[in-house]
């Protein structure tokens, strides 16, 4: 197995290498890059649907269309050109996709996959539907929308004359938790379970209340065979918010809305998938809960509640994506592990065996009834492609696009190494480093140290345009995933309990900048460092408790704990994020925040944040940059306009402007420039 996916890997170095002539990536390659996404093969194995996502300049967006291609990926042709979740009816005869209709709102639809191409518009809400999933016998179709609820806290306002134009009425905030980074205030609003029949009509609440059905954790509903019941994960009853890590599995009768609850001992119980036999539900779930990180297992449980188990644990990761075998007698699972993702099968006594391997990043999205599974695969120097293989053993591996092997021919190829080091405590830490192109380890390059966000995720072999554009630029770009990160471990990733950004994860990311350096050909005075999120954190704490950087970028940062209770859209997750709340004990609130430290920054500290930032409000940022800028330490703060968490992922340009100031700032500090 691992065999053929060295030799795709070796088919696409030579792609990507170029010619003879090479020339170094450019920024405005970005621009070309475009996207496969969510590839989704027939019943019949004949077929595969995916959407093909590029950047359209003039607008200054991505825009996506449906494809589709012969499971060989022969006759690759663009099917539609709009709609994107995509999902086959159980024949094949149908698809279900999501599409804007001609008022702009995102809605479901039904397209015939015969000659004609029938397209017929199934809902017509208000709402944006989700996790289409088709009943069994394709009658019906099941999806999660928001159903708002209205609030009796108002007031009708006297003297307002006939057509006159008012303010509107306030926005009334009445939950704990009211807003969420990329769609804004959702006050009152909650997921439920919608039926409507593929052929249109009115659709059929299945779910009602002050609560969620399904608590965010990947849209998953599961029918049972029969087509009688759905099964999926949530909260069913009101909870003003404290609860809000808590979850169970449920199943709801279709035609009585009956609502039953199948666990009771597994507070964080998710993604449900039903047995094809209909006999047993698969999902995952942790029983105690460590404040800023949870270790899922995975378990099952009896269709009627009774004998739950659990199946495999004490993983790298939390296992996921779980797919039943055809013979109900097995669990295949997607598994972050030290950077890698590969698939693996479990049976019911907890047997593991491995289905693919290899340093790649590889994610299942669909299988024929045949048992041909479907995927996106990718790794660190290669941009994500639609591949095939058997699912059963992870034979007859292909690659069936190569969408960017255009843009990449003729450019000069940067290179990425893996390695592994030593940090405190005995603790091993894996790092890769990006090469320049035409790497000459006699010489001395300056190096960007980037930190990943989270704190509790991981580097994976995925590609990076900044890594792999900065290398173009003659650095060497260092990453790695110290403590906190997961993919090592449970005990790995909750190494940072209580003391996140602290000196942990300090030390190994220090581990890393130091061992780089004993390689030789990293220059020590030209250093850099930067970071999104859990990196713009740990950014931020670096420069308060070392000046080795020149330079340093920290964006969508978390400076002060406490101020971001309340303004942030996790504000459950950050007041558990100590072991005791900020008003029992502030210590811990005050001593990991970076704000507090302020007097030992030197390092020249750029601030970058979204102006709708909710996730890591823009407050964060220029708090520590008011702090540094009144103590004299050379500083900026950028306020990226009309984006969310990212920085650069609503629009194009804001990823290109991104990519520049932070050069622009390392420039201004790099002692090779010190002239310009």
């Not at 950047?55 to 996506?64: E, F, L, P, T, V």
């Not at 995509?86 to 005869?93: I, L, M, N, T």
């Not at 996921?320 to 598994?335: C, P, Q, V």
């Not at 209770?565 to 001593?591: A, H």
């Given at each position: 197995?691992?065999?053929?996916?060295?030799?795709?890997?070796?088919?696409?170095?030579?792609?990507?290498?170029?010619?003879?002539?090479?020339?170094?990536?450019?920024?405005?390659?970005?621009?070309?890059?475009?996207?496969?996404?969510?590839?989704?093969?027939?019943?019949?194995?004949?077929?595969?649907?995916?959407?093909?996502?590029?950047?359209?300049?003039?607008?200054?967006?991505?825009?996506?269309?449906?494809?589709?291609?012969?499971?060989?990926?022969?006759?690759?042709?663009?099917?539609?050109?709009?709609?994107?979740?995509?999902?086959?009816?159980?024949?094949?005869?149908?698809?279900?996709?999501?599409?804007?209709?001609?008022?702009?709102?995102?809605?479901?639809?039904?397209?015939?996959?015969?000659?004609?191409?029938?397209?017929?518009?199934?809902?017509?809400?208000?709402?944006?539907?989700?996790?289409?999933?088709?009943?069994?016998?394709?009658?019906?179709?099941?999806?999660?929308?928001?159903?708002?609820?209205?609030?009796?806290?108002?007031?009708?306002?006297?003297?307002?004359?006939?057509?006159?134009?008012?303010?509107?009425?306030?926005?009334?905030?009445?939950?704990?938790?009211?807003?969420?980074?990329?769609?804004?205030?959702?006050?009152?609003?909650?997921?439920?379970?919608?039926?409507?029949?593929?052929?249109?009509?009115?659709?059929?609440?299945?779910?009602?209340?002050?609560?969620?059905?399904?608590?965010?954790?990947?849209?998953?509903?599961?029918?049972?065979?029969?087509?009688?019941?759905?099964?999926?994960?949530?909260?069913?009853?009101?909870?003003?918010?404290?609860?809000?890590?808590?979850?169970?599995?449920?199943?709801?009768?279709?035609?009585?809305?009956?609502?039953?609850?199948?666990?009771?001992?597994?507070?964080?119980?998710?993604?449900?998938?039903?047995?094809?036999?209909?006999?047993?539900?698969?999902?995952?779930?942790?029983?105690?809960?460590?404040?800023?990180?949870?270790?899922?297992?995975?378990?099952?449980?009896?269709?009627?509640?009774?004998?739950?188990?659990?199946?495999?644990?004490?993983?790298?990761?939390?296992?996921?994506?779980?797919?039943?075998?055809?013979?109900?007698?097995?669990?295949?699972?997607?598994?972050?592990?030290?950077?890698?993702?590969?698939?693996?099968?479990?049976?019911?006594?907890?047997?593991?065996?491995?289905?693919?391997?290899?340093?790649?990043?590889?994610?299942?999205?669909?299988?024929?009834?045949?048992?041909?599974?479907?995927?996106?695969?990718?790794?660190?120097?290669?941009?994500?492609?639609?591949?095939?293989?058997?699912?059963?053993?992870?034979?007859?591996?292909?690659?069936?696009?190569?969408?960017?092997?255009?843009?990449?021919?003729?450019?000069?190829?940067?290179?990425?190494?893996?390695?592994?080091?030593?940090?405190?405590?005995?603790?091993?830490?894996?790092?890769?480093?990006?090469?320049?192109?035409?790497?000459?380890?006699?010489?001395?390059?300056?190096?960007?140290?980037?930190?990943?966000?989270?704190?509790?995720?991981?580097?994976?072999?995925?590609?990076?345009?900044?890594?792999?554009?900065?290398?173009?630029?003659?650095?060497?770009?260092?990453?790695?995933?110290?403590?906190?990160?997961?993919?090592?471990g449970e005990d790995f990733a909750a190494a940072i309990e209580d003391i996140y950004p602290g000196p942990r994860d300090?030390?190994?990311?220090?581990?890393?900048?130091?061992?780089?350096?004993?390689?030789?050909?990293?220059?020590?005075?030209?250093?850099?460092?930067?970071?999104?999120?859990?990196?713009?954190?740990?950014?931020?704490?670096?420069?308060?408790?070392?000046?080795?950087?020149?330079?340093?970028?920290?964006?969508?940062?978390?400076?002060?704990?406490?101020?971001?209770?309340?303004?942030?859209?996790?504000?459950?997750?950050?007041?558990?994020?100590?072991?005791?709340?900020?008003?029992?004990?502030?210590?811990?609130?005050?001593?990991?925040?970076?704000?507090?430290?302020?007097?030992?920054?030197?390092?020249?500290?750029?601030?970058?944040?979204?102006?709708?930032?909710?996730?890591?409000?823009?407050?964060?940022?220029?708090?520590?940059?008011?702090?540094?800028?009144?103590?004299?330490?050379?500083?900026?703060?950028?306020?990226?306009?009309?984006?969310?968490?990212?920085?650069?992922?609503?629009?194009?340009?804001?990823?290109?402007?991104?990519?520049?100031?932070?050069?622009?700032?390392?420039?201004?500090?790099?002692?090779?420039?010190?002239?310009?």
């Open positions: 197995m691992s065999q053929k996916i060295l030799a795709v890997f070796a088919a696409c170095i030579f792609i990507f290498a170029g010619g003879v002539n090479a020339a170094p990536l450019q920024l405005e390659t970005y621009l070309d890059i475009e996207r496969v996404l969510d590839p989704r093969i027939s019943p019949d194995g004949k077929h595969i649907i995916f959407t093909r996502s590029h950047i359209d300049k003039m607008k200054d967006r991505n825009s996506a269309s449906v494809w589709i291609m012969n499971s060989d990926g022969s006759k690759a042709r663009q099917l539609m050109g709009r709609g994107g979740n995509v999902r086959w009816s159980p024949d094949g005869s149908r698809i279900a996709f999501i599409a804007p209709d001609d008022a702009g709102k995102p809605q479901l639809f039904i397209r015939w996959m015969d000659a004609e191409g029938a397209v017929s518009q199934v809902t017509h809400g208000t709402e944006r539907p989700n996790g289409v999933s088709w009943s069994p016998d394709g009658q019906d179709i099941a999806f999660l929308s928001s159903v708002p609820r209205k609030t009796d806290f108002t007031v009708k306002l006297p003297g307002k004359p006939a057509g006159a134009k008012w303010q509107d009425d306030p926005l009334v905030v009445e939950d704990l938790l009211w807003q969420r980074d990329r769609v804004g205030p959702t006050n009152g609003s909650w997921n439920h379970i919608f039926v409507v029949t593929a052929d249109g009509g009115t659709p059929r609440q299945l779910t009602n209340g002050n609560w969620n059905a399904n608590r965010g954790r990947g849209a998953n509903l599961s029918w049972t065979p029969d087509g009688s019941k759905i099964v999926f994960d949530g909260l069913a009853e009101e909870d003003p918010g404290q609860r809000f890590n808590e979850s169970y599995i449920y199943s709801v009768d279709v035609a009585s809305k009956e609502i039953k609850q199948l666990t009771d001992n597994s507070i964080g119980s998710s993604s449900p998938v039903v047995s094809p036999d209909g006999k047993m539900i698969a999902f995952v779930a942790y029983h105690e809960t460590i404040m800023s990180y949870k270790h899922s297992n995975m378990y099952v449980v009896g269709m009627d509640g009774s004998g739950q188990r659990r199946v495999i644990g004490d993983l790298a990761a939390s296992p996921g994506g779980l797919r039943w075998a055809f013979n109900s007698r097995g669990i295949y699972f997607e598994l972050d592990k030290e950077g890698d993702r590969n698939i693996h099968y479990t049976n019911l006594n907890g047997k593991i065996r491995d289905v693919t391997e290899g340093d790649q990043n590889l994610r299942l999205t669909s299988v024929s009834d045949r048992g041909i599974a479907v995927g996106l695969q990718s790794d660190a120097d290669h941009t994500p492609d639609v591949v095939r293989f058997d699912l059963s053993d992870g034979d007859n591996f292909a690659k069936l696009t190569s969408v960017n092997a255009d843009i990449f021919d003729g450019v000069d190829k940067s290179e990425t190494i893996e390695f592994w080091y030593d940090s405190t405590e005995g603790t091993k830490v894996q790092g890769w480093a990006v090469l320049p192109p035409n790497f000459d380890k006699s010489k001395k390059y300056p190096l960007i140290l980037s930190i990943h966000g989270g704190p509790h995720a991981m580097y994976r072999e995925t590609y990076n345009f900044m890594f792999h554009h900065f290398a173009a630029q003659g650095y060497v770009v260092l990453f790695t995933n110290p403590r906190g990160s997961t993919g090592y300090f030390a190994d990311l220090m581990g890393g900048v130091d061992y780089m350096i004993d390689q030789g050909y990293v220059d020590a005075d030209r250093t850099f460092v930067t970071g999104c999120s859990g990196g713009g954190i740990l950014t931020a704490w670096t420069v308060t408790q070392t000046d080795r950087f020149k330079a340093a970028v920290s964006r969508c940062v978390v400076s002060d704990w406490i101020g971001m209770v309340g303004t942030s859209d996790s504000t459950g997750w950050m007041l558990n994020f100590f072991s005791k709340p900020f008003w029992e004990d502030p210590t811990q609130w005050y001593e990991h925040s970076a704000i507090m430290h302020s007097e030992n920054v030197k390092t020249p500290t750029l601030f970058m944040s979204g102006d709708r930032d909710i996730r890591t409000p823009d407050q964060q940022a220029k708090q520590m940059y008011a702090v540094l800028k009144y103590l004299g330490v050379p500083t900026k703060f950028l306020s990226t306009k009309g984006e969310y968490h990212g920085n650069g992922r609503v629009f194009p340009s804001n990823y290109l402007r991104l990519q520049l100031y932070q050069k622009k700032w390392f420039d201004m500090y790099d002692p090779a420039h010190a002239d310009d």
